[in-house]
């Protein structure tokens, strides 16, 4: 579990396979996506024989649930996040929107929302997720109209609210009643102190607290989002704790891109990183939610290995559950609780993913800003398809330093977000994983081994 910390191993605290619901960068990975890949990608390690398939539940998919597997991410990002608006009344540590106390009267309008929204349901089946972010979304007057917009184009919309008084109960009741399949939102600390230091503001914990109430009348799935910093971290086992009687469809685990206020000095280091991850394989065993990481793809890696009895983290394998030593496998949960269902395989930076900022402009995401062109002159779909950036963010053997040469580049491909923040190169190799390709490892190249 999380809280095995400090003894041995010098940590303070210390992105599935599902392996079963745990996957990430801002999804899951089923196993079979990545069948023969070490016949045919480049030498990357055959996944196939772990057997977990992804389970569809039949109700969900009478109610409009996409075939997920059939997602093709040279085609289609499995999410578009749609930044509303930069106004909010929090001021968060680590904000990579700085976000600002009022609204920015450049921002795309009602009108040219729905085109946006329209250009994504041009994504194709199966559609899209739809995040509305900011800043505070609820801070725009119309987010109801385009919540609604998005829904009756086919599109699953979810949104993330900022922890204050804006939020309040008739909005909530309204955005279920606008067709929201999932409200996100923040929590960093399993105490007040915590989390209101975090958020900058004073009373933000008790205003999130009515959130999650309002949610729960209102019959509406809730995920929380946690970014992970040194200032909270020794808090996660406490929080997790929290989070089992809230009722939530999913944890998801920010992990620090060093981007707008976000600092490197604020991050945890590339040891406590894996013992994170370690933590939350452990930890997606006993929960009654779904587990997910963003900026952090290396936890497919955690969990392949895990399966095979793998850690490094500095403590003892507890044996793997593919190598029969009876270890227990991370539990099939939180993936049939809503509409949202979860990415077929990971999602990455540009991979599977597309920003759209206040302005328009369009980018790889949010903790990635590069411009690579704007909804108001260009088309999302091409510029997502076709554009150089995105292209190379969807081609692990582009990839450098040992990311390039790592045999899971594929699997994890590393946060090409951090990558970017903390070398300048977005193609660079991941600053924060303690693995080491293996040198032994044969790669194919040129239809031959080496």
């Known amino acids: 579990m999380i809280g095995r910390l400090r003894a041995a191993h010098g940590y303070d605290l210390g992105h599935t396979l599902t392996?079963?619901?745990?996957?990430?960068?801002?999804?899951?990975?089923?196993?079979?996506?990545?069948?023969?890949?070490?016949?045919?990608?480049?030498?990357?390690?055959?996944?196939?024989?772990?057997?977990?398939?992804?389970?569809?539940?039949?109700?969900?998919?009478?109610?409009?649930?996409?075939?997920?597997?059939?997602?093709?991410?040279?085609?289609?990002?499995f999410i578009v996040i749609w930044e509303l608006t930069r106004a909010c009344a929090l001021a968060c540590v680590h904000c990579r929107a700085e976000a600002i106390p009022h609204r920015d009267p450049r921002e795309l309008t009602t009108t040219e929302g729905v085109g946006l929204i329209e250009a994504v349901s041009r994504f194709g089946?199966?559609?899209?997720?739809?995040?509305?972010?900011?800043?505070d979304p609820l801070r725009r007057p119309d987010v109801f109209d385009l919540v609604a917009a998005g829904t009756a184009r086919g599109l699953r919309v979810a949104l993330t609210p900022s922890g204050t008084a804006a939020a309040r109960r008739e909005k909530?009741?309204?955005?279920?009643?606008?067709?929201?399949?999932?409200?996100?939102?923040?929590?960093?600390?399993?105490?007040?102190?915590?989390?209101d230091a975090f958020r900058g503001v004073r009373g933000s914990y008790d205003w999130t607290m009515r959130i999650l109430n309002y949610a729960r009348e209102a019959e509406l799935p809730v995920q929380i989002n946690t970014t992970v910093t040194r200032?909270?971290?020794?808090?996660?086992?406490?929080?997790?704790?929290?989070?089992?009687?809230?009722?939530?469809?999913?944890?998801?685990?920010?992990?620090?891109v060093p981007t707008g206020r976000?600092?490197?000095?604020?991050?945890?280091?590339?040891?406590?990183?894996?013992?994170?991850?370690?933590?939350?394989?452990?930890?997606?065993?006993?929960?009654?939610?779904?587990?997910?990481?963003?900026?952090?793809?290396?936890?497919?890696?955690?969990v392949l290995e895990r399966g095979r009895g793998i850690r490094r983290d500095g403590r003892?394998?507890?044996?793997?559950?593919?190598?029969?030593?009876?270890?227990e496998q991370p539990r099939q949960v939180g993936f049939q609780t809503d509409a949202i269902g979860r990415a077929p395989k990971g999602v990455n930076d540009g991979n599977g993913f597309v920003f759209v900022d206040h302005l328009g402009n369009i980018a790889p995401s949010g903790?990635?800003?590069?411009?690579?062109?704007?909804?108001?002159?260009?088309?999302?779909?091409?510029v997502y398809r076709q554009h150089p950036i995105f292209r190379e963010l969807r081609d692990a053997e582009r990839l450098r330093g040992k990311c390039g040469r790592c045999e899971y580049r594929?699997?994890?491909?590393?946060?090409?977000?951090?990558a970017y923040a903390m070398t300048g190169d977005y193609l660079g190799e991941e600053p924060c994983c303690v693995y080491e390709p293996n040198v032994e490892f044969r790669i194919r190249q040129g239809g031959k081994f080496e």
């Open 19 to 77: 392996l079963p619901a745990v996957i990430d960068s801002q999804a899951v990975i089923a196993s079979s996506q990545f069948a023969g890949a070490g016949n045919n990608s480049g030498g990357e390690i055959a996944l196939s024989r772990i057997g977990f398939p992804l389970q569809e539940d039949a109700s969900l998919a009478e109610r409009g649930r996409p075939d997920l597997q059939s997602v093709d991410f040279d085609r289609a990002p």
């Open 125 to 135: 089946r199966p559609a899209p997720l739809l995040v509305f972010t900011g800043g």
């Open 172 to 195: 909530i009741f309204r955005l279920k009643a606008s067709g929201l399949a999932r409200l996100a939102v923040s929590l960093d600390g399993s105490t007040v102190a915590i989390h």
């Open 231 to 256: 200032y909270n971290r020794e808090d996660l086992p406490a929080l997790a704790e929290r989070l089992r009687g809230m009722g939530i469809v999913l944890w998801s685990i920010f992990f620090l």
């Open 262 to 302: 976000g600092r490197k000095e604020d991050g945890v280091s590339a040891g406590e990183y894996e013992e994170i991850l370690n933590d939350l394989v452990d930890l997606s065993r006993s929960v009654p939610y779904g587990i997910k990481t963003t900026e952090a793809p290396q936890y497919r890696r955690v």
């Open 316 to 327: 003892a394998a507890d044996g793997g559950w593919e190598t029969g030593d009876g270890a």
């Open 367 to 382: 903790f990635l800003p590069i411009k690579a062109g704007n909804v108001r002159t260009d088309d999302l779909v091409e």
């Open 410 to 418: 594929t699997l994890c491909g590393g946060s090409r977000a951090r």
